[in-house]
């Protein structure tokens, strides 16, 4: 039987703020390597894992351009929420 081992993956918040500043560039190349992590990570199969920690952090920045292009690559990401749980009434 095979078994699915998910790999989550929890990069830095200063990582995901590298990646969210190189996708809004206006330089290419700078779009072109976050495309490529993207890509790169989507085919590793990984999960990325996110906390409330990250947010926090990612969203203190006192530039708000700055804020407003995590937020931009925190909506552009596949987002995976697990459905609520229904309690049974008995």
Do not use: N
């Amino acid at each position: 039987m095979l078994l699915i081992r998910p790999k989550f993956v929890a990069l830095d918040s200063s990582h995901l703020g590298k990646v969210a500043e190189d996708k809004a560039s206006k330089d290419s190349a700078r779009r072109q390597r976050a495309a490529a992590f993207g890509k790169g990570f989507e085919e590793s199969g990984g999960v990325l894992l996110l906390c409330w920690h990250h947010f926090e952090e990612l969203f203190s920045h006192r530039g708000e351009d700055v804020v407003a292009q995590r937020v931009a690559y925190l909506q552009s990401l596949q987002w995976s929420l697990p459905s609520p749980r229904t309690e049974k009434t008995t």
